[in-house]
């Protein structure tokens, strides 16, 4: 179907009025010079037609501005009001934002003046609805809500359950202490790193354990329990048990304190998977022949629960901190007091790409690329923990590298998450 333009309208109008008119030599009874009823009809405006023969409608806005494109001018004939030309107006020059598809997932866009709305598919949330959403009703959704672990069996609700020490509040969400001392929560609090670490202020690293060798210091350790310590398998490895001391509650390497407590080794157990070659499985537990005394400068570590969500849920948590009297410096000497450093885990993917290093699935990493801050020699065995909310859970041990704080070269430890059956076995055993 053709339409006219206005112009071609115009001129074809304006030739209907040219062939109306009387001639010169006039009619009977006129002249040139019509009545006002007359020169009104055929001087009255109008409006664009897209049709040649179309009847002229005030105010058309379907027409006007919808199947052409209008000016301002066109538009103002159409509105009563300035506020009305100016709120049409505005949203009819506005971008189209939805025309480059901004949402994902089958949500459907709606177009604002200066912006755009998504409303998101079942399923999916956020500003784009291209996140997936989790359901609220569930362990892997924010813990549970669980201030220790969470648990949901098949078809049912996720339930919260606590550390041992810690018992469940009214709220079924909070664990409370029960007893004096529990794990993860150090009784001194804390105040405003290894390698470019800073001192561990007494009482503030309590899980902290330092393995001597005829009484020479040689590798960190954990406490667990008052009678279990765990260790690196490659600090104790292929040596006779009777050498090993394990001292707790210190933080001065060099000089006796009276908060330290010093017990003999009385075995030494070795994950069974433990290759001196490649350092997997390196963990090693080392039961003490009397009971430690627990209390304001030792406190023993939290372990995650076993058949629950929380080792997620940890791995989730960004920073962990390592602490250790290992050296300052690769060729340095070992720290005199105790240091602690914060590093960022990092992903096997990402570790295994810039270190070229044989990480296995028992491994960790953590650290910076850029080097600088890192477990040096002597801080094998000692401790990585993250902290969830009130409480300090172990996640890693400290167990090899190549040189300290080196570019490229994370700090590697042991995955103590995958570990969890074989701790409680042993433990169990008394």
């Not at 549970?144 to 509040?169: I, V």
């Not at 570590?301 to 290992?326: D, E, K, Q, Y």
């Not at 295994?352 to 094998?380: P, V, W, Y």
């Not at 090899?400 to 070269?409: L, T």
Request: glycine share 8%; charged share 20%; aromatic share 8%.
């Amino acid at each position: 179907m053709a339409f006219i333009s206005k112009k071609t309208s115009r001129v074809f109008f304006l030739l209907l009025i040219t062939a109306s008119l009387p001639s010169c030599t006039g009619t009977q009874g006129g002249g040139m010079l019509l009545d006002q009823r007359e020169a009104n009809i055929f001087l009255h405006r109008t409006r664009r037609a897209n049709f040649l023969l179309e009847e002229v409608k005030l105010g058309n806005l379907e027409r006007e501005c919808l199947e052409e494109k209008c000016s301002y001018e066109e538009a103002r004939e159409i509105f009563a009001t300035p506020q009305q030309l100016e709120n049409f107006w505005r949203t009819y020059t506005a971008v189209d934002h939805c025309s480059s598809s901004p949402c994902k997932n089958g949500a459907t866009c709606t177009r604002h003046i200066d912006s755009y709305i998504c409303k998101c598919s079942p399923g999916f949330h956020g500003f784009n609805c291209d996140k997936v959403r989790s359901t609220p009703n569930s362990c892997r959704y924010r813990n549970g809500g669980c201030e220790h672990f969470c648990r949901q069996p098949p078809d049912q609700s996720p339930s919260c359950f606590c550390a041992s020490g810690y018992g469940l509040d009214e709220d079924n969400n909070t664990c409370l202490p029960k007893e004096a001392v529990v794990c993860g929560r150090p009784l001194v609090h804390f105040t405003p790193r290894i390698v470019n670490g800073q001192m561990c202020p007494k009482g503030q690293c309590p899980w902290q354990a330092m393995l001597s060798e005829n009484n020479k210091f040689t590798c960190g350790a954990i406490v667990l329990s008052e009678v279990w310590i765990l260790t690196a398998a490659h600090c104790v490895w292929s040596k006779p048990v009777a050498i090993f001391h394990v001292t707790v509650g210190k933080h001065d390497r060099q000089e006796p304190e009276k908060t330290e407590q010093q017990r003999r080794v009385l075995e030494v157990v070795i994950h069974q998977n433990y290759s001196h070659s490649t350092y997997d499985s390196d963990l090693a537990l080392l039961k003490l022949h009397r009971p430690i005394k627990l209390g304001r400068y030792v406190v023993p570590i939290c372990l995650p629960a076993r058949n629950s969500t929380f080792t997620r849920t940890l791995s989730l948590v960004r920073l962990s901190t390592v602490s250790g009297w290992g050296r300052l410096l690769e060729f340095g000497s070992s720290a005199r007091f105790l240091q602690r450093l914060v590093v960022p885990k990092v992903h096997p993917q990402e570790c295994r790409l810039h270190t070229q290093l044989n990480i296995t699935k028992n491994m960790m990493c953590a650290g910076r690329r850029r080097g600088g801050q890192d477990a040096c020699e002597g801080d094998s065995g000692g401790p990585l923990v993250t902290r969830y909310k009130k409480t300090w859970f172990l996640t890693g041990v400290v167990s090899w590298g190549m040189g300290c704080a080196k570019e490229n070269m994370y700090g590697i430890y042991t995955k103590v998450s995958n570990f969890l059956d074989w701790i409680d076995k042993i433990m169990a055993t008394g």
